[in-house]
């Protein structure tokens, strides 16, 4: 898929720390509970931590109990790219900024909870925050 935001992996290593490269352009998942945005709670929007475009709004976040940001929809349907991932040796679902197709985590169907049924399962180093 051609994205609006195109960059060579020189480009994205030089704009990046390397825990956010890593996360971002090569699928790395950080730590449960280490993230800078688990605990957020102020109103505001998510963004791609790569190149800024608005992914997820403060009042589709949730506490999922997994360590990571948990959301149940993206700010549209349109905002993520969502992929067929089997690189563990189980079949996820890989959620892409559609934007930059930088790598933020993966989607689950078990939030019961919410309206949605749908955890987007993010990674902190691949969001940024702009509060309200």
Do not use: I
Not at 7 to 21: H, N
Not at 78 to 102: H, W
Not at 107 to 132: H, I, K, V, W
């Amino acid at each position: 898929m051609a994205y609006p935001v195109t960059k060579s992996d020189a480009e994205w290593r030089e704009e990046l720390e390397p825990d956010k490269f890593a996360v971002l352009r090569e699928a790395a998942t950080e730590r449960p509970w280490s993230g800078a945005l688990l605990d957020e709670k102020r109103p505001g929007t998510y963004t791609c931590a790569a190149c800024g475009a608005e992914l997820f709004t403060s009042g589709a976040k949730f506490d999922s109990g997994s360590g990571w940001p948990s959301f149940f929809e993206a700010v549209n349907p349109d905002a993520v790219e969502l992929k067929v991932d089997n690189s563990l040796g189980t079949t996820r679902t890989e959620v892409l900024c559609a934007a930059c197709g930088s790598h933020l985590g993966h989607l689950f169907d078990d939030a019961y909870q919410t309206p949605t049924g749908d955890r987007y399962c993010m990674n902190s180093l691949s969001l940024g925050f702009a509060p309200e």
